[in-house]
Nanobody, 125 residues
Framework: QVQLEESGGRLVQAGGSLRLSCAASGPFSSSTMGWFRQAPGKEREFVAV????????SYADSVKGRFSISGDNAKNTVNLQMNSLQPEDTGVYYC???????????????????WGQGTQVTVSS
């Protein structure tokens, strides 16, 4: 059984920093891992992805320059360093692993097969 477990979410003031972590366990193989988020009343949105082959990364425009994704393929772990947090960054952050058979682009949620339960990030103004 594949499980993705996030940690690190909490309440933080605007301008602050936070580091989210995710550990995957179980029998799976994925070429990508990443993060999505969902704010109350809004659709889930892509945040960042890392590709194990070559280590390239991609970010949503709204977090470029502020967030940084990293990870360890051998350990199936991925992290999200979030700096200069703003109230609009508030939401539940989900760790995801890519579906090798999906034809959807990386910024679409359907590109990912496994999802964690999510960790709450709240940024106060």
């Amino acid at each position: 059984q594949v499980q993705l477990e996030e940690s690190g979410g909490r309440l933080v003031q605007a301008g602050g920093s936070l580091r989210l972590s995710c550990a995957a366990s179980g029998p799976f193989s994925s070429s990508t891992m990443g993060w999505f988020r969902q704010a109350p009343g809004k659709e889930r949105e892509f945040v960042a992805v890392i590709r194990w082959s070559g280590g390239s990364t991609s970010y949503a425009d709204s977090v470029k320059g502020r967030f940084s994704i990293s990870g360890d393929n051998a350990k199936n772990t991925v992290n999200l360093q979030m700096n200069s947090l703003q109230p609009e960054d508030t939401g539940v952050y989900y760790c995801v692993s890519g579906d090798p058979f999906s034809e959807f682009p990386y910024y679409r949620w359907r590109a990912y097969k496994y999802w964690g339960q999510g960790t709450q990030v709240t940024v106060s103004s």
